[in-house]
Nanobody, 115 residues
């Protein structure tokens, strides 16, 4: 599975962005799809994830502001980010855990939240 992320950019605090991740193969039967982020000098962290049964997990820091969704027909995973803060600045990477527990990463898209 190849993953292509898009939608990053520069946005002011309080603004919104929508990230999208397009998969080259089906994501319908995967164990999980999600978004991680990595800020300079920091460890990669989970932002949001959709588990196989449809349940979602969010980092505490983004709950109520970010929403993850998937479109199985289009093989895409999206992350709607609202009320962005400077601390959300990071490279965002999409992630797929396949039905056989293989892990795939996209190339990342940079989100910068600044005046």
């Amino acid at each position: 599975v190849q993953l292509q992320a898009s939608g990053g950019g520069l946005v002011q605090p309080g603004g919104s962005l929508r990230l999208s991740c397009a998969a080259s193969g089906s994501i319908f039967s995967t164990n999980a799809v999600g978004w991680y982020r990595q800020a300079p000098g920091k460890l990669r962290e989970l932002v949001a994830q959709i588990i196989r049964d449809g349940s979602t997990n969010y980092a505490d820091s983004v709950k109520g502001r970010f929403t993850i969704s998937r479109d199985n027909a289009k093989n895409t995973v999206s992350l709607q980010m609202n009320s962005l803060k400077p601390e959300d600045t990071a490279v965002y990477l999409c992630n797929v855990v396949s039905s056989t527990w293989n892990i795939y990463w996209g190339q990342g898209t940079l989100v910068t939240v600044s005046q």
